[in-house]
Antibody, heavy 121, light 113 residues
């Protein structure tokens, strides 16, 4: 059974940093692209970042480019999101999502339960 | 960026009746090289993560009831629930994966009339 378990969320002040983790199990992690998608309270879905299986290509939304860094450790089956210089508008539930195909970053066939990041003074 | 616009924003349908949600993209999502539309649909129930329903515009994900179907091509797409069940109350989102940044529609709230 595919499982994605996010952790690392919490309350942080504006300008602060957090590192999210997504522990994957139930599939061969090193063969799938992975993404982070967030959802602000009461709002819709926003794709944040993605990384290809080997880690050689990373992609970011303009809203987080230069502040967030995605990485993965295929030996630990874990995806990370390092978030620096956080802003109040980064407050959201952050989901880890698996790519649905082997051909690249496409649709998302499995999602974690999410971890809440709150940026507030 | 490709803008995805869903209509309506909310929808109330009687049990057993058909529900139709539309999604329009600002750019063509059909790739001529493989004749596929890079469009997915998700269902999100309260306090849960999204769940994949449809990909490639019309391919139903394994385990999704066959009352859910996707159609359309190019820039106009539709999610249809043929006979609404109580458990279908949720938010529904379309998503394009044609180009980065991947973008979602604003969501359509489906309720029981």
């Amino acid at each position: 059974e595919v499982q994605l378990l996010e952790s690392g969320g919490g309350l942080v002040q504006p300008g602060g940093s957090l590192r999210l983790s997504c522990a994957a199990s139930g599939f061969t992690f090193s063969t799938r692209a992975m993404s982070w998608v967030r959802q602000a309270p009461g709002k819709g879905l926003e794709w944040v970042s993605a990384m290809r299986p080997s880690g050689d290509n990373t992609y970011y939304a303009d809203s987080v480019k230069g502040r967030f860094t995605v990485s993965r450790d295929n030996s630990k089956n874990t995806l990370y999101l390092q978030m620096n210089n956080l802003r109040t508008e980064d407050t959201a539930v952050y989901y880890c999502a698996r790519d649905g195909s082997f051909s690249g970053v496409d649709y998302f066939d499995y999602w974690g339960q999410g971890t809440l990041v709150t940026v507030s003074a | 960026d490709i803008v995805m616009t869903q209509s309506p924003d909310s929808l109330a349908v009687s049990l057993g009746e058909r529900a139709t949600i539309n999604c329009k993209s600002s750019q063509n999502l059909l790739y001529s090289s493989n004749n596929k539309n890079f469009l997915a649909w998700y269902q999100q129930k309260a306090r849960q993560p999204p769940k994949l329903l449809i990909y490639w515009a019309s391919t139903r994900e394994s385990g999704v009831p066959d009352r859910f179907s996707g159609s359309g091509s190019g820039t106009d797409f539709t999610l249809t629930i043929s006979s609404l069940q109580a458990e279908d109350v949720a938010l529904y989102y379309c998503q394009q994966y044609s180009s980065i940044p991947y973008t979602f529609g604003q969501g359509t709230k489906l309720e029981i009339k």
